[in-house]
């Protein structure tokens, strides 16, 4: 007989004990997979969340705050960004570096759903997970001048129950409807899911959006006297930007912004281009304009190795301590019934069981317990996983599924072997060394 199904037969025979152990090693092994998995898909969203753009134009404040807002809808926006910093992107002195320039602004919400004003270059020409497009479930997206459209990321459709012909009034607060003459705003399209936080969004023509506040902030029937009005420069939440990658400079004062006798105010008195980079922008801006540029890769990186992933090592951990607890579990249990079994490696060991033979069968019986609960484990935590996804969903837009694996997992395998055979040890070396004729004398 193999000598694994000698082992597993053992198993068998103390099957209570053989159970609760392989249990209490199932739990860490649970634990680790679902932190695996989670930050592994949280991370890799991160990551990839930002990657149509390459900065935010924000105001100033926080980056870590711009980031939050603008990729993930968390929070406020940190200040505003007047208009004219759009028209210097597209056709100012920075155009030369820049591919797109894409206002953003966020406010107001629709049962529960974040309102973003945007221009229809939004979903023609960004990207999401670094090369997907975004596709139309329904519809179509909304074109510049049609003012009072929307197009409805494919979760915020489901919870506020919209479709393609949809009308519906923004509310300043959740809960509560503005108060305005405004136009409903029109759905004419609906995303395909995108597994990003734009799945949970309301998406507004940048020009209704501004319409809907000028007449929400607008006293009562001050719109109806006849009177015209003067309308207030716009002041965006961000402005996105896609750098161009092979720039050719244009001729001008050769101005480098980092340099010991930079000095801003020349610069902006002369009104030149300025021979940089992409890469200098970020300083440029920073010493010359009251806004700031943001990179969402670098700032997601730094939250990523400094918050999220210190948490992840946290739990890894504790869960690593379970582990190793049940480990311990296992090896007591194990090495407890060796009194018990003194008569059984004796009848071995007199039918002709090498002492290697016996101590083999012991380290197998640990190492199948391990493995035994390490599947158990991963199933388990892919359980869970699948579990506490749509509450994952909810809160950062991010969709994980049970069935999502992570290359490190397969870790487990080798190392759960690794410490069945170190806790397995102390029990095969008492059956090794032990004395067969005084385990055979009654």
């Known amino acids: 007989m193999p000598l694994w199904k000698i082992a597993y037969r053992s198993i068998q025979f103390r099957k209570v004990s053989s159970i609760l152990t392989a249990i209490s090693m199932s739990l860490g092994v649970a634990i680790i997979v679902t932190v695996l998995v989670i930050h592994g898909v949280l991370s890799d969203s991160f990551n990839k969340g930002a990657q149509g753009y390459d900065l935010i134009i924000a105001g100033k404040g926080s980056p870590l705050n711009v980031v939050l807002n603008t990729v993930f809808y968390l929070g406020d926006p940190v200040g505003g960004v007047p208009e004219s910093y759009l028209k210097m992107f597209r056709k100012g002195q920075y155009s030369h570096l820049i591919e797109e320039a894409i206002p953003v602004s966020i406010g107001h919400h629709f049962r529960g759903a974040t309102i973003v004003g945007t221009s229809p270059e939004f979903f023609s020409k960004l990207k999401y997970f670094g090369d997907k497009t975004y596709i139309f479930a329904d519809g179509e997206n909304f074109r510049s001048g049609a003012d009072y459209t929307a197009v409805i990321g494919s979760r915020a459709a489901k919870k506020a129950g919209l479709k393609v012909g949809d009308e519906f009034i923004p509310e300043a607060a959740q809960g509560a409807e503005t108060e305005t003459h405004h136009e409903p705003f029109k759905v004419v399209g609906i995303l395909n899911p995108t597994g990003t936080p734009n799945d949970t969004a309301i998406f507004v023509n940048i020009d209704g959006f501004y319409e809907m506040h000028a007449h929400h902030d607008e006293p009562a029937g001050h719109n109806h006297d006849g009177r015209e009005h003067a309308e207030e420069p716009r002041k965006y939440s961000v402005i996105l930007l896609m750098t161009k990658q092979n720039v050719v400079k244009p001729e001008g004062t050769g101005i480098d912004p980092n340099a010991p006798d930079f000095d801003p105010s020349k610069m902006l008195a002369e009104r030149s281009y300025v021979n940089i980079d992409a890469m200098q922008l970020p300083q440029l801006l920073d010493k010359t304009t009251d806004v700031q540029a943001v990179s969402p890769v670098?700032?997601?990186?730094?939250?990523?190795?400094?918050?999220?992933?210190?948490?992840?090592?946290?739990?890894?951990?504790?869960?690593?301590?379970?582990?190793?607890?049940?480990?311990?579990?296992?090896?007591?249990?194990?090495?407890?019934?060796?009194?018990?079994?003194?008569?059984?490696?004796?009848?071995?060991?007199?039918?002709?069981?090498?002492?290697?033979?016996?101590?083999?069968?012991?380290?197998?019986?640990?190492?199948?317990?391990?493995?035994?609960?390490?599947?158990?484990?991963?199933?388990?935590?892919?359980?869970?996983?699948?579990?506490?996804?749509?509450?994952?969903?909810?809160?950062?837009?991010?969709?994980?599924?049970?069935?999502?694996?992570?290359?490190?997992?397969?870790?487990?395998?080798?190392?759960?072997?690794?410490?069945?055979?170190?806790?397995?040890?102390?029990?095969?070396?008492?059956?090794?060394?032990?004395?067969?004729?005084?385990?055979?004398?009654?």
């Open 298 to 442: 670098r700032e997601i990186a730094e939250l990523l190795s400094s918050i999220v992933g210190n948490i992840q090592m946290v739990l890894i951990f504790l869960a690593v301590l379970v582990v190793i607890v049940a480990g311990i579990g296992m090896m007591t249990a194990i090495y407890n019934s060796m009194s018990e079994r003194k008569q059984e490696i004796a009848v071995m060991r007199a039918l002709g069981a090498r002492r290697l033979t016996v101590m083999s069968i012991i380290l197998l019986e640990s190492i199948l317990l391990s493995l035994g609960g390490g599947f158990l484990g991963v199933l388990l935590g892919h359980l869970i996983i699948g579990g506490i996804s749509p509450w994952i969903s909810e809160y950062t837009g991010i969709i994980v599924r049970s069935w999502n694996f992570q290359w490190t997992e397969t870790i487990l395998i080798p190392g759960l072997i690794l410490l069945a055979s170190l806790v397995g040890f102390l029990p095969a070396l008492v059956a090794y060394k032990q004395d067969v004729a005084a385990s055979l004398t009654p």
